[in-house]
Each structure stands twice: as C-alpha cells, then as structure tokens.
C-alpha cells in the first residue's frame, strides 16, 4: 500500500470516526428536546412524568378564563375532555374565549403550569366585525 | 470506495422523496378534513328569513350542513359546486356565519340559493360549540351524527377523496 | 378582459421555455445559428412573464376582484403599497412572483454571458426547463388568474391587519430573490456535469452570482428577523420556526459554497466538493419551497393548500435534484484530483468548516423532518423545541471559528506553522480569553456557551485586527472583503451571545398615576389615551421613564393595544426604546377588572447589533464581488 493510499484511509476513517460523533450527539439532543402534543382526552389517559414538558391543544373552554393580577386560569376543552391551565405573564391578542390555542408546559396533578400560551392564528377567511360579541 | 460514495449521494434524495410520496399519497392527507363523529348540539335559531326557528330536529335527516357568510370570498367561489351538488339531489342546508340578514339574502338572491333553509347563527354561538374557525366549512351529518367536518373550500378534488369515500361507507343520499 | 390577455402572455411564457428547453437539447452538437435562437426564444419566454407580472400588479392596484387571487387577499381600501404586496401574501402569487424572479436572474444571466461561452446554451436550457416546470405548476395547480364567474364579488376580503406591515410587505421579495439566485451555480454547475469538459473555469463565472443570492437572501432573513422582533410582541428575533429552518438551510449551505468557490480557485483539490454544494444550495431551496407549499408542516408561515400541489412540487424537484446528482456521481471520478489536501493548509481548515456547516445543516434539517418521521412511524405528534438547536448550533459556531482564525494565517496547498509564541494567532487566542474571563468574572453567574460565543466573537474580531495592522503597516496584500465580513461575523457571534445571555423580562401589574421601579428604571404609568383610526381604534398607555442612574435622563414610550374595525382583531404594538446597547421593550397586555393592566418590561440587549452585523456582513460580500478577480 502505497502513502497517498495509506493517508486517503485515514482521512476517511477519520471523517466516519467524527461524523458518527456528530450523528450521536444530534440524536441525542434530538430525544431529549421533544415537545409531545396532546388533546385533552390524551393527557386524561396518558401517563406523563412530571419532569417532561408538554404541549396541549385545544379550544378555550367558554367561560372558563380567570384573570388574577398577572396569573392567568382557563381550560383547554377538545369537546369531550377539558384540562385546566395556570399561566403567569401576557396572554396573546388573539387568546380568547372559543378560540384555539397551545399551551406548553409540565403537568400537575391534572393541570399544566404553562410556561407559554400560543393562540393559534386566525383561520384566513374571518367575519367582519360584528357589535354582539361571540363570547 | 468511490462506487460507495456515489451511490450515497443518489441514495440519500431518493430516499427523501420515498418517505415525502408516501406522506402525500397517505389518504387521510386532506389537512381539513376531521372524521372525528359527534352529535349535533343542542341549539334554536331562526332562518336568515325569519320564518321559523329552527333547532337539532331539524337537522336529522341526511345532509350537509354549510357554513357561509356574505362577507366570505371563498364562499363565493365555492357557491358553484354547491349548486351542482344540489342540482344532483344532495340536500344542502346552510348556516350563516356572523352575518346581517339582509345581506345574507341579498347574497342569496344575487348568486342563487343552493340552501334548504340557513339558519342565521350571528353570534356564531352554534359554529362555536361545533369547533367552526371560520367560513367556509362543511359538515357531513346522518341521523343527528356529524361524520366529517372540513374546513375550507369544497370542491370536486375534495368532494371526490374525503365525502365521497363516507358517504358510500355509510349508504347515504340513496 | 385584460386578465385574459395577461393569463394567455403566461401560457406562451411556458411555451416559449420548452421551445428553448427542447432547442437547447438539439445543440449537443456544437451549432452556433441553434445557441443564439436558445438565448433568443429564452429572452422572449422572460419578456412575457414579466409583462404578465406588470399586469397582474396593475390589476392587483385597480382592484380587479373578477379575479380570485386578488378578491380573497386584497381589497379596495388598502393603501397602494399593500395592494401589491398582498401580491405574495399566500401562496398562488407568491409562487408567481417566484417563477418572476428565476427568469429574471435566468434573463440577467443570458444577457451577462458571452455568446462564446461553451456552457451557454446547456445552462439556458437547464434554466427553460426549470422555469417551464414551474409554470406549468402555476398553471395547473395554482393559477393567480383564476377568475370568479359570472359575477365579481363587491369587495375583497381584507388581509391581516398584522400582515400590514413594511418589513412584512418587503421581506418575501428579498428572501425569493436570495432563494432562486443561486439556480445560476445549479444550471451552470449541472451543465458543466453534462458536459464534462474539465478545463472550463466556473468558478470565476458562478462566484459573483453567488454572492449576490447570498447578500439578498441574508438580507431577506434579517428583515424577517427584525420585523419578528417589533410585531409579534415577545422580543425574540428568531424562533426556529420551520419555514425560518427552511430559508436557514440555504443560507448555510450558500455560506459553505461561497467560500468554497474561492478555495476551489485557488487550488483544485476542493472542486469536487464545490460542485456538490452548488447542486446542494438550489435544492434545499426546492426542499424549502416544497415545505412550505406542501403543507405537510404545520407553521404561521406555511400556506394553506391541497395534496395535489405538494406531489407536483416533490415529482418535479426530485427530478432536477436527482438528474443532476446522477450526473455528479457519474463525473465523480474525474472531479476528485489527485493532490491530497495537506495538514494545516488553508484549504484544510476550510474543508473541516465545510464539515461543519454540513453538520448544522443535517441538523436543522433532521429538526424539521423529526416531527414528521415520528407521526409517520409512531402516529404521534411532537414537536422540537428551540433548545434542539441552539446544543447544536452552538457548539458547532465555536468550532467553526476557531478553524477560521487557524485558517487566517495560513497558506493555499502548503502546511503553515501557526503556533509560535509570538505568533499573531497566539496573541489573538490570549487576548479573548483574557475578554472572556473578564466578563465571566464580572456576571459570576454565566453559563459556558456563553462564554465560549463572547470568546469566539473576540477571536475572530482581534485575530482580523492584527491582520489589518499586520498587513496594512507592510504595505501587503489586504483582503478587505472578508476582513469586513468576517468582522460582522464576530460582531454577530457576541451580540448573539448577549443578548441570549443577559435579556430578561419582568411582569408587572400596573394602573395610570402609579409608578414601578426596579434597579435601573423608574417607570411611570401617566394616563391612556383612546385614538380613532381610519382603521382602528387605539388605546394607548403613556409612560414616562427615568434613568435611575446620575444622568436622570427622562424619555417617554408609547406602548399601545388596537383593534381593528374590519376583523375586530386586537393586535398589540409594542413600544421599543433604542439605546446603543439595549432596547427597552414594553407591550401592553390585558386589562385587569380592577382597571390595573398586565404589560410586559423586556431589556433585550445588543439586539441591534446582530442587524448591524448581518449589514455588515452583506457590505463585505459586496466587496468581494469587486475583489480582484480570482487567480488560477
């Protein structure tokens, strides 16, 4: 085996030797910064730890928002199950009542403390404003 | 050496498209579509006429139930295959979306009327408690039963890969 | 009438591209009356597609709601300047406006290179075929000329009032023009492969495109940026939203060929790998597209669709993607030279940040698809988060610079010896460990990526600064542009730092006439005022601020809520406070029942400067276009 031979071989041991370091480090921050996504009912029936953060989506359930000082309550219904969430901060324009939302966060005890509210944007075809609120 | 280098450069995008066409040709592609079945709540509202109120009874029959609105272009550009459907037979009632009366049946009157009755929701109070977002969607309904709710334009390409499969399914529009 | 017209100019466009698509094919066989009518028909093909375009703008500003594109996104009381950008507000028109600008780089292209150029007609023809096929996808799946019959709606639908924005209307036309300029190095490059003729010097030819696409797609990704940042009230500048991922890659692998193409001029043992990145940049710009367009993610960004349009999209570019990449493998023997790279090289350190970049951009890439593999596997839905990225990018930043500060010193295709105490290198290494200690001591509480970003950015800053003096002083040969650029770079890496590193956010409760202090600000909350718009009505809070320190410098910011007649929609505007190194940032959350309202207090720190420094970076890349053209 000649030198340029023997040194190509190294130089792709080496590049397969780094790349499935580089492989292995990416899955693995892969698998331990997923977000999961759950309805209502999956969160009901499922068996989440309380380490792992979560995201749920659903609608907010009509009547359900309860505003004290910056601490935010609603649940998040799927029309068959409804889960409760507490969220401390500013709750987007486009949170309100019947509307979709994400809430991601950890569960306890059947609640999620949420660390982020996303209100799912609105649909493109949206009525025109209308005196009689929907709320 | 060489042969296993470009062998991988071609496999890696063929692979890509491999997994990408059967995502796409997965049938229940129709990002829309929602097959989750629930009943027909509970509601009273009159017709965009105000003739008669009308409540869940009515809507026991076979039908497609299509939320409208005169402020909607989509609406509008979805009003001609609902008139073939109806056309063909299909029973159609509507429901008005957050809408003024009157231009609801200026709208009607103006394009054509593909609609039974259409119940005029203006506060959009029945749309909420069925999970509408918007204008226009459409719900597939048997016995007080919705089997299909889509959101966004009905046309042949939809009515063919997600009404049609349930609707034969479930031997309706006989 | 005039849409008909217009809608027919588009039709003979597609059918003049196949015209040159099919003459260009003929050409194989060198005839020379054959190459000027490919060049010519081409021309034409453009012609009508931008005329097409000029009308379609003209029938967007008359408000032409026959057609359906234009009654569902526009409407008659926008201001002029948003009739036509609802143009590419979704997707029919944007991929109008796309096909637009790829017979506009294609045309600037045919018009730029000689007639003698061997690789003129293969490359025209590529492009035909490219633009053909996209017509056809407009055409067919996607018409903006679609019309309503028999009768047009009165008035369109309104567009969101937060798409009513500057930043917003301007950035998609960047990000485009960015995106589909690097088709040049994919034609040029793929007819190269066909070709097969090795002496031909693309390099000098493909470089200046190249930076152009890269300057205007850096500056379509800061736009977004900065328009993210002061419209959608949280403060952020990057989200790692999909679609942002999707434009990222390019950039990237854009980023990778542009310094490649210089190596690969220099010495030949890179070209290989420079072509393959010059396939890689257009097609991760078709991945992006198809992305985005298929509907198969789920994003703020993403248009809403059908199935049918997302299968065009996937058959067409796997087609190019994959031709070009058989004819790659199949040239691939006689592309690899035969001089190895040599150890502590200039070209060596490039290609190990070759390597790099690669990496980042497998990983971003995997961060899009994950999701889509585990639903598809699993039939559950996940999603990836931001800290994915940032373990990833990080490291692979700091990595990367420290290679670029070792490649600065160094010599094209000869080994360098680069550590000697004295050596600049060395100096540069002390230096930003001294800076970064220094503010590590100062915080005491930090964490280590951040000192490793305030690190690398001083590195390169200081490494760059020697070089000036170094080579300035002796009269040398100075290479400004990258200097300049890279200098950005460095700014870039510790604004990022940071701005990561020292932002924060407080929540406060607060009602008119009381005030909030913390160790820096007093805030007082004066009185709201309610405004009537053309629009919208507004509520807007009035505070007063006061520097807490010496200066008692007082200023005051108007953070306000709106909500608009035509949706009823709220939108918050938030109100921003520039000083040179932070920005203040207050928005306005709800009233509470007791008349106190939730607003939100960020300090982002160094936010500006990682605009600046993509401005900077753009500037240096200017430069290199006009930088002595390249030796062989």
């Known amino acids: ?135 | 050496m060489k042969i296993f280098i470009r062998l991988v450069i071609l496999i890696i995008p063929i692979v890509g498209f491999i997994f990408f066409y059967n995502l796409l040709t997965e049938d229940k592609f129709y990002p829309g579509a929602n097959f989750d079945r629930f009943n027909v709540p509970v509601f009273a509202l009159d017709d965009i006429t105000y003739q008669k109120i009308y409540t869940k009874d009515d809507l026991n029959d076979e039908l497609l139930l299509n939320v409208w609105a005169s402020w909607c272009i989509t609406c509008r550009v979805e009003h001609g295959f609902l008139m073939e459907l109806k056309q063909e037979g299909f029973l159609i009632t509507g429901l008005n979306y957050k809408d003024e009366s009157t231009d609801a049946n200026n709208w009607l009157n103006l394009y054509g009327n593909p609609y039974n009755f259409s119940l005029h929701d203006i506060k959009g109070s029945l749309a909420l408690d069925m999970g509408v977002t918007g204008a226009p969607e459409t719900f597939l309904i048997k016995n007080g039963e919705v089997l299909v709710h889509y959101s966004g334009e009905v046309n042949l390409a939809v009515w063919d890969n997600v009404f049609y499969p349930v609707i034969k399914e479930n031997k309706m529009f006989r | 009438m005039i849409a008909e017209i217009s809608h027919f100019f588009l039709v003979t466009a597609s059918g003049l591209f196949l015209l040159s698509f099919i003459f260009s094919t003929l050409t194989y066989k060198t005839n020379h009356n054959l190459e000027i009518l490919v060049s010519r028909v081409f021309s034409y093909g453009s012609y009508f597609v931008f005329i097409s375009f000029f009308i379609y703008i003209w029938l967007s500003i008359q408000s032409d709601f026959s057609i359906r594109y234009i009654a569902e996104h526009s409407n008659k009381d926008l201001a002029v300047f948003y009739k036509i950008s609802s143009i590419w507000s979704a997707h029919e028109g944007s991929m109008f406006l796309w096909i637009v600008f790829l017979s506009l780089w294609s045309q600037f292209f045919n018009f730029k290179l000689p007639q003698a150029d061997l690789l003129k007609a293969p490359s025209i023809g590529i492009l035909s075929f490219i633009i053909f096929g996209f017509l056809i996808f407009l055409l067919f799946t996607s018409n903006p000329y679609d019309l309503i019959l028999p009768i047009a709606p009165v008035n369109g639908a309104d567009i969101n009032p937060i798409l009513q924005d500057p930043a917003l209307a301007i950035h998609p036309p960047f990000l485009y023009l960015g995106y589909v300029g690097f088709v040049i190095a994919f034609a040029y490059n793929t007819a190269f492969l066909i070709k097969g003729d090795l002496d031909i010097n693309w390099e000098k030819i493909i470089r200046p495109w190249s930076l152009i696409a890269w300057i205007l797609l850096t500056i379509g990704i800061t736009l977004g940026s900065w328009w993210a940042y002061y419209e959608l009230g949280w403060g952020g500048y990057w989200f790692w939203d999909p679609v942002e991922n999707v434009a990222l890659m390019p950039w990237l692998a854009g980023t990778a060929l542009i310094h490649s193409l210089y190596a690969s001029s220099r010495s030949n043992s890179l070209r290989g790998w420079t072509i393959l990145l010059s396939i890689s940049v257009f097609s991760l710009s078709l991945f992006g597209a198809f992305i985005v367009r298929s509907g198969i993610i789920d994003s703020v960004h993403a248009f809403a669709n059908d199935p049918q349009r997302g299968l065009y999209l996937l058959l067409f570019s796997g087609i190019l993607i994959i031709s070009s990449l058989t004819f790659y493998a199949l040239r691939l023997p006689k592309l690899v030279s035969s001089n190895l790279i040599k150890p502590k090289s200039k070209e060596s350190f490039l290609s190990i940040n070759n390597i790099l970049f690669v990496t980042a951009i497998f990983a971003v890439m995997l961060g899009v698809l994950y999701p889509l593999i585990f639903d598809f596997i699993y039939e559950e839905r996940i999603s990836i988060g931001p800290p994915y990225y940032n373990t990833i990018i990080a490291p692979i930043a700091f990595l990367s610079s420290i290679f670029l500060v070792f490649s600065v010193g160094s010599l094209w295709q000869r080994s360098s010896k680069l550590f000697f105490i004295y050596s600049p290198l060395s100096l540069s290494i002390l230096l930003s460990i001294f800076i970064a200690c220094f503010i590590a001591f100062k915080l005491q509480d930090f964490e280590w990526w951040f000192i490793g970003g305030i690190f690398s950015g001083f590195l390169i800053l200081i490494r760059y600064l020697l070089l000036a003096i170094n080579n300035i002083s002796k009269k040398m040969y100075f290479n400004k542009a990258s200097a300049i650029s890279h200098v950005g770079l460095g700014i870039l890496l510790i604004s990022i730092s940071i701005n990561a590193g020292l932002s924060y956010e407080k929540i406060i409760n607060i009602k008119a006439g009381d005030s909030f202090q913390d160790d820096m600000y007093t805030f007082n909350l004066l009185d709201f005022d309610l405004i009537n718009e053309d629009n919208f009505d507004s509520i807007k809070a009035k505070f007063l601020i006061k520097n807490n320190d010496a200066s008692e410098q007082v200023f005051y910011m108007f953070p306000e809520k709106r909500k608009y007649f035509i949706r009823g929609q709220i939108t918050s505007e938030s109100a921003i406070q520039i000083t040179p190194f932070k920005d203040i940032y207050i928005t306005l959350g709800d009233q509470l029942d007791n008349g106190y309202w939730v607003v939100n207090i960020q300090y982002n720190y160094f936010i500006r400067w990682i605009w600046i420094s993509a401005i900077i970076m753009c500037l240096g890349s200017l430069m290199a276009i006009k930088e002595r053209s390249v030796k062989k």
């Open chain 1, 1 to 135: 085996m000649n030198k340029i031979r023997k040194q190509r071989l190294f130089n792709v041991f080496l590049i397969i030797c780094v790349s499935s370091l580089g492989v292995f480090f990416i899955l693995k921050a892969l698998n331990s910064n997923l977000d999961y996504f759950y309805t209502p009912s999956e969160v009901l029936i499922a068996n989440i730890p309380q380490d792992k953060r979560i995201k749920i989506g659903g609608m907010v359930k009509k009547d359900s928002v309860d505003r004290n000082g910056t601490k935010v309550i609603f649940k998040i219904t799927d029309f068959e199950n409804t889960i409760e969430v507490h969220y401390e901060g500013v709750i987007p324009d486009l949170f309100k009542e019947g509307s979709g939302v994400v809430a991601y966060g950890k569960i306890r005890d059947k609640t999620l403390i949420a660390e982020n509210i996303f209100a799912k944007h609105d649909e493109n075809y949206m009525p025109p404003n209308i005196e009689i609120s929907s709320g």
